[in-house]
């Protein structure tokens, strides 16, 4: 039984670029939450996805979108890279959102 | 603004001993709340989830609840030197998705 997957597992980007963010939920899970943790803090809550609809926003800038496929994986986008978005970005599966919520392996996000 | 508040640590005990780590939360509609264990450059993974009010035992790892105090508390009895970690308190958010709450985390080290 496959758990969370995120890929890449790091990625390099240069300010103001736009980086894709990937993540497939674990068996049978159907909602995707994305969180961001930076350096000696929590995870913070970004959004969260739902059949195909964001559900639920944390207090992120417009500039964080995401999408939910078919299949239940989603994608997070990030445009005009700060250096400030430089963190962990993690990605947590949940069977109708009312369920333990699973973690996949994060994706370590470094913008020079 | 709900929050979720832990001693950062670095909480030390002799490996062998009982580890005690503390959460308290302002969400007071709040039902539901995990301890997620990070190691270093690693992802949370859930240890516990308690739901109700008293202790709920898990091998080595008794969560406490008290929803009056709004008070959340992890033990590990034997501690081992595998267990030296970050600890996350999270909390769902009440009248949401699933939306988690974290703590910053209490470092855990456990010494030989």
Known sequence: DAGVTQSPTHLIKTRGQQVTLRCSPKSGHDTVSWYQQALGQGPQFIFQYYEEEERQRGNFPDRFSGHQFPNYSSELNVNALLLGDSALYLCASSFQGRTEAFFGQGTRLTVV | ?112
């Open chain 2, 1 to 112: 603004q709900k929050e979720v508040e832990q001693n950062s640590g670095p909480l030390s005990v002799p490996e062998g001993a009982i580890a005690s780590l503390n959460c308290t939360y302002s969400d007071r509609g709040s039902q539901s709340f995990f301890w997620y264990r990070q190691y270093s450059g690693k992802s949370p993974e859930l240890i516990m989830s308690i739901y109700s009010n008293g202790d709920k035992e898990d091998g080595r790892f008794t969560a406490q609840l008290n929803k009056a105090s709004q008070y959340v508390s992890l033990l590990i009895r034997d501690s081992q030197p595998s267990d030296s970690a970050t600890y996350l308190c999270a909390v769902r958010e009440s009248g949401g998705y699933n939306k988690l709450i974290f703590g910053a985390g209490t470092r855990l080290a456990v010494h030989p």
